[in-house]
């Protein structure tokens, strides 16, 4: 059987000038927000690994780490740790500027239109900011999609290909795992034959060897964080194993009947809230305004990967979603397929796009100001960027003046105070058995607490009101400070406002013996 690849779309119609001016200024306006939005406590932890580069990790797969590289180019800065991020950001977009021109977008409105709604969505927007192993994800599926595209449609070597970019979405997060079912439907649909061939099979091979040291890694650490990422994703308990330290935890998902369709109503709810502002625009779509002009029917191949790119993750985690907790990012890999598919229906309702893009991109703007000056004054509910980021960079000062060393009860907590002040990093680390287990209990991106083996006296950093029990340990000194949005950190027992951001309290403890 033939397998050569049809005819390229015709490439007169497309202006590709249009189209890199609108990726740098995406990209330009994401650069922005970077260097406006303070550090968030996860993107914190996720430079901390950047530092000690490994095949993986407890909480995810490496990519993360790798995306966080900038960091040791300038130490406590935002922006500079974000560069892998930013530049990923780019690569995703121009990859899906290729996939969304094979498929059969061709004409400059309709492939920028494509563009803007895959990068105006809230998570478009934060995706290429915020460091997250979904960044990582992001561009390994555009790039899986925009080489089994090519497969579909003839080429069937570049499963070949493909199967790289699926170990590298690995290599990121597990959740990649489900570019497999998504492919197998697409095959089945258009080309079912190619399951007689090696090519597919290659491709499948060649994902796994990309993901093999992964697997390594796991299975020299008792499927550490295979078993967290199950645990977590299925709401199953999850036993920490004895070289992390403490405790279980435990997750329960829905029960009953009502609170299952309660659960699956809040997970739509919150795929919906994700468009944003763009939501009219998306009622619009659906609706069908305007018929699809002739030159912007998909070809039959791309047509079926790129339904079964949408449909398929968010069915999946419709499913999961009425027995177990969902977070409402897992599914969001759908918004890379979904923008083609809803483009060309736009085309004659273009205002629609371009005032819910335009006031999507003007809120998060504003967010991420809000989050480094505290100047909207929103209520509290609303909040939830001050809380990540707000007054961390001051705690961090005040504890790398204190005169013995400095750890804390929670991974956010150390994460935070090692990117504030670097120089904390040699010594302060999490104190085992206080809270969820996390990379540092591991020993190896920061040193391993034995609590038998400290003769010293030394800081813990928490939110508890009371001073956790430490056995072999007393409290002699304990300090107060409450962080409220738009002020220097307060220390001391009167209130500088009614509803501070974060209480935090310093306990120094000392051996029994002392």
């Known amino acids: 059987m033939s397998t050569a690849v049809p005819s390229r779309p015709a490439a007169e119609s497309i202006d590709w000038r249009p189209i890199a001016l609108l990726i740098l200024a995406l990209s330009a306006l994401r650069l922005a927000i970077a260097a406006l939005l303070p550090v968030t406590q996860d993107e914190a932890y996720y430079f901390d690994w950047a530092r000690t580069l490994g095949w993986g990790y407890f909480d995810h797969p490496p990519g993360v780490a790798a995306l966080g590289l900038g960091t040791l180019l300038e130490p406590g800065s935002a922006l500079a740790a974000r560069l892998g991020t930013l530049l990923a950001g780019v690569l995703t977009l121009v990859v899906l500027a290729r996939l969304y021109w094979r498929a059969g977008l061709t004409t400059t409105a309709t492939l920028a239109s494509a563009l803007l709604l895959a990068c105006a969505t809230l998570p478009g927007l934060v995706g290429g900011v915020i460091t997250t192993p979904d960044t990582v994800l992001a561009l390994a599926w555009a790039l899986a999609?925009?080489?089994?595209?090519?497969?579909?449609?003839?080429?069937?070597?570049?499963?070949?290909?493909?199967?790289?970019?699926?170990?590298?979405?690995?290599?990121?997060k597990y959740t990649m795992v489900l570019i497999g079912p998504v492919l197998l439907w697409a095959i089945l649909w258009v080309d079912p034959r190619a399951l007689r061939t090696r090519w597919p099979y290659l491709g499948a091979l060649t994902a796994l060897l990309v993901f093999a040291p992964n697997l390594w890694w796991n299975a020299s650490h008792d499927w550490l964080s295979l078993g967290f990422q199950l645990g977590h994703g299925l709401s199953t308990e999850l036993a920490a194993p004895e070289t992390l330290g403490a405790g279980t935890m435990a997750h329960s998902g829905p029960q009953t009947l009502a609170e299952r369709l309660a659960s699956l109503g809040g997970y739509f709810g919150a795929q919906l809230a994700f468009w944003g502002l763009l939501v009219p625009a998306l009622v619009m779509a659906l609706r069908g305004a305007g018929d699809t002009p002739p030159r912007q029917r998909f070809t039959r191949h791309a047509r079926a990967l790129l339904i079964a790119a949408t449909l398929f993750p968010l069915g999946f985690f419709a499913v999961i979603a009425s027995f177990s907790e969902v977070e409402a990012n897992w599914p969001v890999i759908y918004l890379l397929a979904a923008p083609a598919l809803l483009a060309p229906r736009l085309l004659r309702r273009p205002r629609w796009l371009l005032a819910g893009a335009g006031a999507n991109l003007v809120l998060v703007t504003l967010y991420a100001a809000h989050a480094a000056s505290a100047a909207l004054p929103l209520p509290d509910s609303a909040n939830r960027v001050l809380r990540e980021t707000h007054g961390f960079a001051a705690l961090a000062e005040v504890a790398a003046g204190l005169d013995a060393p400095v750890h804390a009860d929670r991974y956010q907590l150390v994460a935070m105070l090692r990117f504030h002040a670097p120089r904390l990093a040699a010594t302060t680390s999490q104190w085992p058995g206080l809270h969820r287990p996390s990379e540092y209990l591991h020993g190896r991106i920061a040193p391993r607490l034995d609590p038998a083996r400290i003769d010293q006296p030394f800081w813990l950093v928490s939110r508890a009101g009371h001073p956790p029990a430490l056995p072999g340990f007393r409290v002699t000194e304990q300090r107060l400070l409450q962080d409220c949005a738009g002020q220097p950190l307060h220390q001391g027992t009167s209130a500088p406002c009614a509803r501070p951001l974060h209480v935090w309290r310093l306990y120094r403890y000392a051996p029994l013996g002392d």
């Open 145 to 172: 999609l925009h080489e089994a595209e090519r497969a579909l449609g003839g080429a069937r070597r570049r499963w070949v290909t493909a199967g790289i970019a699926v170990g590298i979405g690995l290599l990121g």
